[in-house]
């Protein structure tokens, strides 16, 4: 079972294998309308992190849906950090996980029996640590492996954090450091080592579960969280969705040591400068800036952490919060600022 390299299946793994932002954008956009029921409080009109359907006053449903094709060799790991990323959509909507459903493609003629019940054994050791039962699921046999959840929570209607509601002035920050889309590339260059793979698997297998907390917080005003789209494309998502513009400082942005002396290498993913391609004209970097600066901020985060845009009197709180969900407070790393939508990093 040790010799089997699952990221040898995959094109692209974990969240670097989402379509360009560029891309989805145009293919969301030859759908036809459809019906939207007042009930319905969050669809895809701010590509949001996850659907958010009232059922009465005091509850709503978060639907949400995440897989991906391996980014980690190891079976369990790889299972772990799918369900991990996929449970996060429900956080970062101010939701509490109630109930999980498994996506299952495995390339059966390739993978022995074991090896593909230690990516589920993971992922329901995830879900078991979220306090939530994999409920069902679906299975496919596939020439690449594959694997996530539907992930169903709930949350009050009134406490509902979307990534549109952010203001002008809100201090922005970010509960993990980014870098995981450049540990992945390092890894798969055989680059990698022991103590960065425990980091890479440290951040994308802890929860978001801050985010069901951060609801009850006055000053909260948006949340999303940072995946295949990197920092740059999820923060102008809020950017988009409040109407405003950010500024972002690069020297406050937190990155994992490893992936940061790899990047300097030249090391990053495919999907770097797929996201780039999509949403770069919207960045204002430095005219000075060297090329690896650009690629962080493009850098595709599987099972990122949350960023918030909150006011400056909630910011103690917030962190209060973060720290205590995953021991850390997380990082301010800007703010939100009137004007187009647009980044700035300073």
């Not at 954090?161 to 992945?184: C, F, H, W, Y």
């Not at 995946?227 to 405003?244: I, P, V």
């Not at 999509?278 to 650009?294: F, I, K, N």
Request: charged share 20%; net charge negative.
């Amino acid at each position: 079972m040790n010799e089997i390299k699952l990221t040898q299946f995959s094109h692209g793994g974990g969240c670097g294998c989402k379509i360009a932002p560029g891309v989805l954008s145009e293919l969301l956009a030859t759908l036809p309308g459809g019906l939207v029921p007042p009930e319905l409080l969050v669809g895809t009109d701010t590509a949001d992190d996850a659907a958010v359907y009232r059922l009465n006053d005091r509850q709503a449903v978060v639907a949400t849906t995440d897989f991906f094709t391996p980014i980690v060799d190891d079976p369990r790991d790889f299972g772990r950090i799918a369900a991990t990323n996929a449970l996060s959509d429900v956080y970062a909507m101010g939701g509490t996980p109630i109930l999980a459903l498994a996506i299952v493609g495995m390339p059966l003629d390739k993978l022995p029996r074991e090896v593909i019940g230690e990516i589920l054994r993971g992922g329901a050791e995830v879900c078991r640590d979220a306090g939530i039962p994999i409920a069902g699921g679906h299975s496919i046999d596939v020439l690449e492996p594959i694997y996530g959840l539907v992930g169903l929570g709930v949350v009050d209607p009134d406490k509902v954090k979307t990534n549109a509601g952010a203001r002008d002035g809100d201090v922005l920050v970010l509960s993990k450091p980014l870098g995981i889309g450049i540990l992945s590339a390092g890894l798969k260059k055989g680059l990698l080592t022991p103590q960065g793979y425990a980091q890479m698997i440290r951040w994308t297998t802890t929860l978001n579960r801050a985010g069901a907390r951060l609801a009850d917080l006055e000053g909260v005003h948006a949340v999303t969280d940072v995946t295949g789209f990197g920092l740059a494309g999820h923060l102008l998502e809020m950017c988009r969705g409040g109407k405003l513009g950010a500024e972002v400082r690069f020297d406050a942005l937190p990155v994992i040591d490893e992936a940061a002396a790899l990047l300097r290498e030249g090391v990053a993913t495919g999907a770097s400068t797929r996201n780039w391609a999509s949403y770069g004209s919207d960045v204002r970097l430095p005219d000075e800036a060297p090329e690896w600066q650009r690629k962080l901020v493009s850098d595709p985060q599987t099972s990122g952490g949350l960023l918030i845009a909150c006011a400056e009197s909630a910011l103690a709180g917030v962190q209060a919060v973060i720290a205590e969900a995953q021991g850390e407070p997380g990082t301010v790393i800007g703010r939100m600022l009137a004007g187009e939508p647009v980044l700035k990093v300073v």
